[in-house]
């Protein structure tokens, strides 16, 4: 089915603001890809890593280091945003067979269970909208189970990106994608699309500079599952992201680590 800006405009009045759908989709006109970088899914390691070999084809290895300060900044480049290129010609890329398109997931226990690890740990600005729906002091600690309380309960369209369902926020079904590699596997899917985008050679390469881990919110939330999950939670987890263990063929089990 074709997609057009209207029926766009329509999936996003249900699942995201424009401003959230416009912040994580990246475009990379010439060499004719785009990505969805799903929040607390290796997304900074990814989005620096692919800007950095794209910058590396035209500016000097020095250059492409001090480009690098805050990757979370607003501008892109060199990738474009949906809204920079225009919704007409984003919608053409996606319609357009030869423009790879593809995305990374996790499985859904240890991404919401990372982002409260991160988002709650500190008087963030996404705390203070949990607390808010609480209705407690923004000072206390905040249990696991109340902050999946107030997920449960948020609208879709107005849930944090970092733990909305991630089938709705990279719009599964509607955008075909090519390819939807793994947090868990992220190295090798990670190679595998370098090849498919830039051959064979680059994704081979020893080059220390390939994998630019970024790890300044990594949480070892995988190594913390049975400190926060008991039956009732996991239920609970279960049902916010039915369509994550069901889209991505997760496990309902939970991925505990084997101790040796």
């Given at each position: 089915?074709?997609?057009?800006?209207?029926?766009?405009?329509?999936?996003?009045?249900?699942?995201?603001?424009?401003?959230?759908?416009?912040?994580?989709?990246?475009?990379?006109?010439?060499?004719?890809?785009?990505f969805f970088?799903?929040?607390?899914?290796?997304?900074?390691?990814?989005?620096?890593?692919?800007?950095?070999?794209?910058?590396?084809?035209?500016?000097?290895?020095?250059?492409?280091?001090?480009?690098?300060?805050?990757?979370?900044?607003?501008?892109?480049?060199?990738?474009?945003?949906?809204?920079?290129?225009?919704?007409?010609?984003?919608?053409?890329?996606?319609?357009?067979?030869?423009?790879?398109?593809?995305?990374?997931?996790?499985?859904?226990?240890?991404?919401?269970?990372?982002?409260?690890?991160?988002?709650?740990?500190?008087?963030?600005?996404?705390?203070?909208?949990?607390?808010?729906?609480?209705?407690?002091?923004?000072?206390?600690e905040l249990?696991?189970?109340?902050?999946?309380?107030?997920?449960?309960?948020?609208?879709?369209?107005?849930?944090?990106?970092?733990?909305?369902?991630?089938?709705?926020?990279?719009?599964?079904?509607?955008?075909?994608?090519?390819?939807?590699?793994?947090?868990?596997?992220?190295?090798?899917?990670?190679?595998?699309?370098?090849?498919?985008?830039?051959?064979?050679?680059?994704?081979?390469?020893?080059?220390?500079?390939?994998?630019?881990?970024?790890?300044?919110?990594?949480?070892?939330?995988?190594?913390?599952?049975?400190?926060?999950?008991?039956?009732?939670i996991k239920?609970?987890?279960?049902?916010?992201?039915?369509?994550?263990?069901?889209?991505?063929?997760?496990?309902?089990?939970?991925?505990?680590?084997?101790?040796?």
């Amino acid at each position: 089915m074709k997609i057009t800006v209207d029926a766009l405009n329509s999936v996003l009045e249900r699942k995201m603001p424009f401003e959230t759908f416009d912040y994580n989709f990246f475009v990379s006109v010439q060499n004719s890809y785009i990505f969805f970088a799903t929040p607390k899914v290796a997304s900074s390691t990814l989005k620096k890593t692919l800007k950095y070999i794209e910058l590396e084809q035209s500016v000097t290895r020095s250059d492409v280091e001090s480009f690098f300060g805050n990757i979370h900044a607003n501008t892109k480049y060199p990738f474009l945003s949906p809204f920079q290129l225009g919704l007409q010609t984003f919608c053409d890329m996606l319609n357009d067979t030869s423009v790879a398109k593809f995305a990374f997931v996790r499985n859904p226990y240890t991404r919401v269970l990372s982002a409260f690890l991160n988002k709650m740990s500190y008087l963030s600005k996404e705390k203070k909208k949990v607390v808010e729906s609480l209705g407690v002091d923004v000072n206390l600690e905040l249990s696991f189970k109340d902050f999946l309380s107030v997920v449960e309960s948020t609208p879709l369209c107005q849930m944090d990106h970092h733990w909305r369902p991630q089938s709705d926020q990279i719009l599964m079904n509607f955008i075909n994608y090519n390819f939807i590699g793994s947090f868990e596997n992220f190295n090798s899917d990670f190679n595998y699309i370098v090849e498919k985008l830039y051959g064979e050679k680059r994704a081979s390469t020893n080059d220390s500079m390939m994998i630019k881990n970024v790890n300044e919110h990594a949480t070892s939330a995988s190594n913390k599952l049975e400190l926060y999950y008991n039956n009732e939670i996991k239920s609970l987890v279960e049902h916010i992201y039915a369509k994550d263990f069901c889209d991505f063929n997760y496990s309902r089990e939970l991925p505990l680590q084997t101790k040796t």
